[in-house]
C-alpha cells in the first residue's frame, strides 16, 4: 500500500471514532434518557481519548512524512486531493502532539468544574462563585498557548487560541475587521429605533402548538436544498446541528409554545449548518479534509439561510400563507410588510442570545475585546464585570442590572473557550460578502427566493464553499468565490437597511 | 493500582466502546436518515476492531493472570465480584485469542455477502441462489469451531456454536432438553384446534392509527416496574431492545395500523429484555459483567412479560376499559373472556416470527434439528429444504408450498449465526419455571397482576435473575432462584392451558 493510502486507512479508522462520539453528542441532547448520563460522559471521554491515542502516534507521523515525499511536486492548495490531505494533517498531528496530555486532561478537568460552577454563579448571579474556576482556566489557557511558542503563524497569544476555532487567521486581522465592524456598528445601533416593544403586537408571539410547528418546520427545511434522505431534525434545549457522516445531518430545534420565531429562525440557522456539512466533496468523505475548516465560516453558512434568506422578505411572502393555514387566526390580519418588520425588529437588549441582527455583533464586539484585554495581560479577572458593564454602556446604552444578566450569562468562558467569540461576528461578515457575491453570479437572488428557487443559492455556495472542505482555508475560499478580501461593508449595508425598517415602521 | 483494578479501567474503556456501537446499532435501525448508511457500515466495522484489538492485547492477559494471583482464596460465584470478574474476562479473552484476525474478517464478510444474497433469494423463492453462500458459511463456522478443538466442556462441533449464545450449556443438554419439549408438544399441537380464523373475528384486526397505539404502548410500558427516566421506546422494523448504559434501556415495536397486538406484545416483549438488562447490580456497572449471561435466560425474561404476564387474563381483563378509551368503536363490544381468548388464539402456520405461542417452539425445534444434522455431518445443504419441508409435515402438518415459505424465511443461517435457534425454545422453557418459582413465592402471581401490581413481579425477578448479570450461569441462577433443573414441564402446563382455552372457544 502507498504511505498516502495507508496515512487514509488510519486517518478513517480515527474519523470513524469521531463519528461515534458526534452521534453520542447528539443523542444526548435529544433522545437520551436522564439515567444515561454518568455512562455517556464515560463513553464520550473513552472515545476521545482512544481516538486522540490513534492520532498523535508515531506511525502517523511516519506516514505523513512518507506520503509527503511521495507528492509529486507543488500542487496549489485545492489541486490534489493527497496534497491537501497531507498539508492539513501534517499540522493538525503537530499541533495535537504539541499539547501534554496532562494538560489537556487538566483542561478538560477545569472547564468540566468550572461549568457546574457557572450553573450555580448564574443562578445566585455572584461573579464571585466563578472567579477562581476562571482564573484556573484561564491558567490553563495561558499554558495551552505556550506550547505553540515560535509556531509558524502563531505570534500572539490569541493567536493560539483563536486557531482551534479559525485556523489561519491572526489576532491582528481579526481585530482590525472586528474594529472596521465597530465603528460602522455603534453610531447605527445608537441612532436606531427600538421598535421590538411597539404597539402593533408581534404576530410571532401568541400560541402556537408545538406540533403544527413541527409539521411546519419540517416541510420549510424540506424545501431546503439538501439531498433527499440526508437529515432529520429533532427538538432539544440548545438548537445546534451535527454531521454524523456523510448523507446523516442531525438538525435540532426548540419549539416555544409562546414564540414561533424561536423555532423557525433557528431551524433555519441550523439548516444553513447542516447544508454546509452535507455540501463536502464526496472525495473526501472518510478523511479529515470532509469538516467544514473554520467556525467563522460555517457560521457564515447559518446566519445566511437564516438572515439573508428567511427573514428577507421575499421568503417572508411566500411563508405568509403557510403561517395562515398552519396556524388559523394568527396571521389572518397580517400582510407580507408587516411579517418582514416583526422579523426584522431592532432592540438594545442585555443577553446576546435574544439579541437582533442588528446589535448582535456589538455583544460579540464586548467579548472580543474583552477576551483580548485578559490574554494581553492588561485587564484583572476581578476587574471583569466592571470592564463588562462599561463596555455595554458605551456600545449599547445599557445598565447591566446584575452578574446574571453580564458577564455570567454565557458559557464559553466557564468551559474554556476562548477566542471562540469572534468567530461569530466573523460569520456574520462573510456572508455579507457571500450574499453579494452569489446575487452578482445569480442574477436577482431576492426574485429568486421569491419564486422558491432555493436550490440556485444552494448550488452556488455547494460550489463556491461546501464542495472544499478543508482543502482551502477562507481566505482562498472567499477570494476564488469573488468576495475578495475580508470586508464588513457588505454586512453593514445589510445591517443598515434593517436599522431602515425598524426606523420606518 | 491494584492489578485488579488495572484490569478493570482497561475493561471499562472496552465497554465504553461496546456501547457506543449499541448506540450506533440502535441509532441506525430507529432514527438515521438513509444517506447515513455507508459511514455507519464503515463506523461500527472500526470500533468492532478497535474494541476487539485493545481486548486481546496482550496485556489484558497478563493483567488478567495477576489479577486472578491477587484474589484471595476460593470465592464461589456470586460471593466476590473481582473473582467472578476474572473469572469470566479470562475465559472471554482466552475465546477471543483462539479465533484469528482472518478468520473472524471472513466470516464477517461471509456473512454481510450471504445476507444480502439472501434478501434476493427469498424475494425469488430460489433456494439454489443461497446455497453457494450458505456452503462458505457452514465452512467457514466449521473452521471456527475448530478453534475450540480440545477447549474445557466443549466436545462437539455445536458446543462451540452454542458457547456464543449460551455458555456453559452442552449440545447433549440442549438435545435433551428440547427432545422433551418435542415428545410433549407434537401430540398437543397435533390434538390442538386452529381458532385463529374463527368466525368471531378478532378484536385485535381493524383500524388502529398510530399515534394512538403509540400512546398507549407508552402508557403501558411506563407501568412496568423501570427505575424513573431510564428508557425510551420508539418505532422499528423489527422490534428489539438494547441498553446504552445503566439507566438507559431503548426499547423499539413497530405500529402495524391493522393489527394492534403487534405493537401491544412486542413492546412487552422488548421491554422485558430491556428489564433484565436495567435490573443488573449498579456494582457491576462499566464492566464486562454488567450484561446478561445467555441468551437463553434473556429470552426468557421477554417471554414472561410478553406471554405470562401480558396474555394473561387478568392483564388483558384491565388492559380491556383502556382499550375502549384509545380506540373508541373497536372493543366496546368484547368481554375480557373474549380479549383473552384472542390474544392466545392458536394456528400452525408456516412462518416462525408470525407463530402462537403454543406452535413457535415447533418452529424452533425444526430449526435446532436441522442444525444438528447439518454440522454432525449427515445432512447435505442441498438436501436442506427437503428436510425443512418433511419435518413441517410430521410436526404441524403443513406443506411448505415454497423456499420462501420454508427455509428461506430466517436470516440467521445466511448470517451465520449457527446456534442462536434452540435459545428461543430456551427461553420459554426458563420463563416457565421461573414463572412457577415467582407464583410460589410471591403468593398469588395472577391476582397481583389483576391488581396492577407488576412491581412486585419486578422485584423478584430483579433479586433472582437481573442484577446477577454475567456473575453466575443460568444453571446457577435457577438453581438459585429455586428452579432446580432445568424441565419443560412448567412451559408444557402453561401450553396445556392455551390449548383448552382455543379449544373451548
Redo the contacts between chains.
Sequence with gaps: MAPVDELRARL??IH??S???S??AW?ERT??????????A??L???A??RHE?FIDDEVGRLIDQARSGLDGEAAPGESIDADLVHVVARDWDKARRVPSELRAELARASSIAENAWVEAKRESDFEMLLPHLRENVELTRRYADCFDGYPGITHVYDALLDEYEPEMTTEQMRGVLADLREGLVPLVADATDNAADSNGDPFRGEFPAEPQRELVAQLIGNLPF??????IDPTEHPFAIS??????RLTTRYDEGNLAMALFSAMHEAGHGLYESGVDPEL??TPLSKPRSLGLHESQSRLWENWVARSRPYLERLLPRLVEWFPGAFEEIDADELYRSANRVERSLIRIEADEVTYNLHILIRFELELEIFEGGLELTALPEAWNARYRDYLGLEVPDDAHGVLQDVHWPSGAFGYFPTYSLGNIIAGQLWEAANRDLGDLPSQIGEGDLASLGGWLRENVHRHGRRLSPAQILERAGCGELTVEPLLGHLRGRVRLATEA
Excluded at 433522545?31 to 455517556?40: F, I, K, N, V
Excluded at 454524523?244 to 445531518?249: Q, Y
Aim: hydrophobic residues 40%; negative net charge.
Design positions: 478513517g479508522e470513524d471514532l463519528r461515534a462520539a452521534l453520542l443523542d433522545m437520551m434518557p436522564a439515567g444515561g448520563a454518568e455512562a455517556r464515560e463513553t471521554a473513552t472515545l481519548r482512544v490513534m439531498p433527499e434522505g440526508s437529515w432529520r454524523i457522516g456523510t448523507g446523516d445531518v468523505r472518510r
